[in-house]
């Protein structure tokens, strides 16, 4: 038994040494310097190479490094294996329990729990000062509100729940002397966690239902002044902006008078769509009522301008609309953010095809007298080209009762 | 160890044909057109696991696309030739791949793979069945699967690429093959693929069903079967009630794209042409998807529930805490999830009331799954806890759970959702709470019944090392997004370049990336254990986890019936762990009362008025006993 014990101490010595060994050390030193030569030289040929053939060469040396590098990595695994299942089997014969992987585990939980912790306390703060500033409209401030209240909450319950999960798999990690507490149920306890949560959540159906109700409630009220009328229409891959004239009222569209010059299928049989203007860039007058009427041609966009909290659809045959209220002006935005090249975007937030990623419009909010110089300059929708071809095309134009068509089964 | 298969041979067989040819059977009927349940669950966990593995990889190079947008990849070119040119993967095919990766994770992995492999695999083995109610509808059910896996894969093969309309294919953008290349032949095989994988899921959701119904042996009354056949039970049942509409969806889907009928179009213009589409509405094949697809999450999820439940009580030695509870959770969940589909369309142009009403029975549906939280909670404590592989990976499903569950307070409240839908903030979400949280249940149930199915142990020591580094890997990856969310970053996008604002995201990025390349990595660690595990793993035992269910009662070796002789009986619930009084911690559910005396409690003879009086006679007489001495 003796010797038994020496040999075995032989061979966790000779493992030690192999893994203290200098050549090895200096074996993967080399290797990964190597490595490291053959990557930059790939990104530096990459860089370098503007013509396409060159780009077009596969890299098989950088290919076949990150190859090896994964079954060294392989191996590392394997002979850290080995050598654990030595120590374990070493341990045994000296009459030993083995390595005592419950404890391992049950620690390796703890420091997951206190690294978690940190990660997710650098992340709030690193992460969470990239987000989107303050609400730039009015019901977005109760927007953001809400989250407020949600957040904390939810992160109060969060922390708890993790911290628990996991000391209770430190503290309770298996040991063969005790037995495990026979507890099928308790129900006061279980009655206590059903109300509570229901209780949190009936306050925050509540107060989201009502904001709810007053974001997307918002037909011009009697008395009130009318929104200003703004139509955004979406299609593969930009948005057409469309302002209302001197009237204030924006013409009737049918789809099917859609032409080159006609980009909205806009209806010249009325009156109040000749003095409609085009725009390429959203105007937004500060503290006015703004409606936007969300339309699309061909497939469904989303409208989403993020630092107003507005998102709304854009579907084809049914017209939607989304009535909100600028607060903050870009020039304001830009001083609280100290940055001068900040713009308000209006973006698509719904699969539209390839060119989905890039389907921006810049939105600027301005007092009332820069709105109003800036809307002066616009250029009218009925352009001379479409003057033309109305003047060729009116007898043509079908009669269409049908104009603004809902989709019936919404 | 005390199990009670009668070796009765005097006994009349329930399946005398099984039994019978079960010494002759070919390669063919063993292997491929097998009918039997345990050989079936196999077909559907390795179908699934490849699966798996190829939607990964999609991942991975959808995420190096992310992570270097400006970079080019020559090697990238020569994998997927026009799909990538000069060696960046293209914005069409980017969609391609989101699509792809989304649609075999949800329904090839999580369901199929998920249910497939344990509905079928436990149904028989925990309540005590010789096999499933129809073993030949189960076979067609895994052989459908399988051609909708092939049909699905094979569109990467045609002209213009896979669909790419997104996992949820609305049209008009999948209706109208001049949207976009993946709407052309791509679409086209997707819903063919899906037709077919519908029927897979319905014929094996019917066979699930009606197992669980009519063919629990003796004394498995419901109140007696393990939390793993309530949630498979009930996922069936979901799956059954759910998928049809997808498929009637789906149908009128076809029929607008190739028959010319307007169900879902109405007033569009493509390319500065008209289409002669009038009258049909979006919203409505929103409506169709959604009230399959959001009981669709619960059928993702349930399963893994119930196979966590299992897992944490057997290593934790101790019952699941309030069993009622979290069947009545499960049961909550399943009638709940009928009713919530509205808040994956709160911005879509859906009428503003109904958005509110939907938001109401959302965060109703949040209170079950508190308990069920919980539950799991008070389940751990005071247990004496094993660190199984199988038991780490059913904790990280609840840590996920809880992290993805939490966010959703958030989408589901209506107006925080305006500026929250189609965020990384919902990518995080759903990856968290569905993907991770059910891929978790699945691996935790493969570890755990890995000796069952295989009559092998895997290593765990590689279990461990796959578990660290996808859980870390998981959180690394999909931590950082919710705040990309809360920055208004939209998903589904090809490059974060063309905005000012979003390049500041470009780094986390590229971590994100490398995170999630290492939890790929990590899978091989999986996957070389579970390989090499059938082939040389250590062999198992008949119960190797000291559980207390059915299953452990059957033979290592496999055979066509389960049980070699007469079907056990059972006595009581599944949990007794570390039952006071009792000897060894477990009392597996075939040993009756009466041999176990000395720990019975009155509890267990609520309804079982005689039992009861032969408590009191034995605590009487204890008593009487210690009073002598």
């Known amino acids: 038994m003796h010797q038994n014990t020496e040999y075995q101490t032989d061979i966790k010595m000779g493992f030690r040494k192999f893994i203290n060994s200098k050549t090895l050390l200096s074996f993967i030193t080399a290797f990964m310097l190597l490595g490291t030569n053959l990557l930059m030289a790939q990104t530096e040929a990459a860089a370098s190479s503007g013509t396409q053939s060159d780009a077009m060469q596969v890299d098989w040396t950088g290919v076949a490094y990150y190859v090896l590098l994964f079954f060294l990595v392989c191996l590392g695994v394997a002979v850290v294996g080995k050598i654990l299942k030595i120590y374990d089997l070493t341990l045994k014969i000296q009459g030993k329990k083995g390595m005592k992987w419950n404890t391992v585990m049950a620690v390796i939980c703890l420091v997951f729990l206190l690294a978690g912790i940190y990660g997710a306390y650098w992340s709030f ?59 099928p149920h308790n129900n006061t306890i279980e009655k206590i966690w059903t109300i509570a949560p229901a209780i949190v959540l009936t306050v925050l159906v509540v107060f989201g239902f009502f904001t709810w109700q007053k974001i997307t409630n918002s037909a011009d009220a009697k008395g009130e002044k009318a929104s200003i009328d703004i139509d955004i229409t979406g299609h593969q891959f930009a948005w057409e902006l469309r302002y209302p004239g001197k009237d204030g009222k924006l013409g009737p569209k049918d789809f099917r008078l859609v032409s080159a010059a006609n980009k909205l299928g806009v209806n010249f049989k009325k009156r109040s769509s000749f003095d409609d203007l085009q725009a390429d860039t959203m105007y937004l007058p500060v503290n006015e009522s703004v409606r936007l009427n969300i339309q699309a041609l061909d497939v469904i966009h989303s409208v989403y301008m993020p630092h107003f909290r507005v998102q709304l659809n854009a579907v084809p045959g049914l017209p939607t609309f989304f009535k909100f209220t600028p607060t903050i002006t870009t020039a304001d935005m830009r001083r609280k953010l100290d940055d001068p090249k900040f713009e308000y975007l209006v973006y698509c937030n719904k699969i539209c095809g390839g060119g989905h990623y890039n389907m921006q419009k810049v939105v600027r909010v301005v007092s009332q007298a820069e709105y109003q110089s800036w809307l002066s300059k616009q250029k009218p929708y009925l352009t001379d080209q479409l003057r033309k071809e109305l003047h060729f095309a009116a007898a043509d134009q079908p009669q269409t009762g049908s104009q603004n068509r809902l989709a019936l089964n919404n | 160890m005390s199990t009670l298969a009668v070796h009765d041979h005097g006994v009349a067989h329930h399946d005398d044909h099984g039994h019978e040819h079960h010494h002759n059977q070919s390669f063919l009927s063993k292997y491929v057109f097998s009918m039997d349940h345990k050989m079936i669950a196999k077909q559907f966990l390795i179908t699934g696991i490849t699966m798996a593995v190829i939607a990964m990889i999609l991942s991975i190079l959808f995420r190096i696309q992310l992570a270097y947008p400006d970079k080019t990849f020559p090697l990238l070119t020569t994998l997927l030739g026009r799909f990538a040119p000069n060696g960046r993967i293209s914005a069409d095919f980017y969609l391609s791949l989101v699509t792809i990766h989304g649609t075999i994770m949800v329904f090839f992995v999580l369901t199929a793979g998920l249910s497939g492999t344990f509905a079928n695999l436990l149904i028989p083995l925990q309540i005590g069945a010789r096999d499933m109610a129809s073993p030949f509808m189960n076979m067609l059910s895994y052989w459908f699967f399988f051609m909708a896996s092939v ?70 009354d419901l109140w007696k079967m393990p939390l793993t056949i309530w949630a498979l039970f009930l996922t069936a049942i979901l799956g059954i009630l759910a998928f049809p509409v997808l498929v009637a969806g789906v149908v009128l889907l076809i029929f607008d794209r190739s028959f010319g009928t307007s169900f879902y179009l109405s007033d569009i213009v493509l390319n500065g042409v008209q289409q002669p589409y009038e009258g049909g509405s979006p919203i409505l094949f929103q409506h169709l998807f959604w009230f399959l697809g959001h009981p669709e999450v619960y059928i993702v999820i349930m399963p893994a529930m119930g196979i966590s439940s299992e897992v944490m009580s057997v290593n934790s030695r101790k019952p699941i805490f309030g069993y009622h509870a979290m069947v009545y959770s499960l049961i909550g969940i399943t009638v709940l999830s009928f009713i919530v589909w509205g808040h994956h369309m709160f911005v879509t142009g859906m009428n503003p009331f109904l958005g509110g009403v939907f938001m109401i029975t959302t965060l109703i549906i949040a209170v079950p799954s508190a308990v069920k939280t919980f539950n799991w909670l008070a389940t751990l404590w005071r247990g004496n806890i094993r660190f199984t592989p199988a038991m780490l990976f059913a904790i990280g499903m609840v840590s996920f759970f809880i992290s993805g569950g939490l966010t959703g307070i958030f989408l589901g409240n209506a107006a925080l959702d305006i500026n929250l839908h189609d965020t990384y903030f919902v990518v995080a979400h759903f990856h968290l709470v569905m993907g991770s949280a059910a891929i978790f249940g699945m691996l935790a149930g493969v570890y755990h019944w890995f000796p069952k199915m295989f009559g092998k142990m895997m290593d765990e020591k590689l279990g461990y090392l796959h578990f660290w580094l996808t859980f870390i890997g998981a959180y690394l990856v999909f931590f950082p997004m919710h705040f990309m969310g809360l920055d208004g970053v939209p998903r589904r996008y090809y490059a974060f370049t063309e905005f000012v604002s979003m390049q500041r995201w470009l780094t986390v990025n590229t971590f994100i990336t490398w995170a999630a390349i290492m939890a790929a990595c990590a899978q091989v660690a999986f996957l070389y254990n579970f390989i090499t595990s059938i082939f040389i793993g250590k062999k198992a035992t008949q119960n190797p986890w000291e559980s207390n269910t059915l299953e452990w009662t059957t033979p290592v070796e496999h055979l066509h019936g389960n049980w070699p002789g007469e079907i056990p009986t059972v006595y009581r619930w599944p949990y007794d762990y570390s039952k006071p009084g009792a000897e060894e911690d477990y009392i597996p559910q075939t040993v009756p009362f009466s041999q176990t005396m000395s720990s019975n409690l009155p509890h267990d003879f609520e309804d079982n008025p005689k039992g009861l009086e032969e408590l009191n006679k034995f605590t009487s007489t204890l008593k009487a006993n210690e009073q002598v001495k």
């Open chain 1, 125 to 183: 703060t690193v992460q969470g000062s990239m987000t989107l500033p303050e609400a730039a409209s009015a019901h977005g401030v109760k927007i953001d509100e809400m989250f407020t209240v949600t957040t904390v909450l939810t992160m109060i319950v969060f922390f708890i729940t993790q911290i628990l999960l996991f000391t209770f798999l430190f503290q309770y990690r298996h040991s063969d002397k005790r037995r495990a507490h026979f507890l």
């Open chain 2, 151 to 220: 049909v699905m894969l094979s569109s990467f093969l045609v002209q213009k690429g896979p669909a790419s309309g997104g996992w949820t294919i609305y049209p008009p953008l999948s209706a109208l093959p001049k949207a976009m290349p993946g709407s052309g032949e791509g679409m086209t095989l997707w819903l063919i693929s899906m037709v077919m994988f519908v029927a897979s899921s319905l014929m094996g959701g019917i066979n699930y069903v009606s197992t669980v119904l009519n063919m629990r042996t003796k004394g498995m």
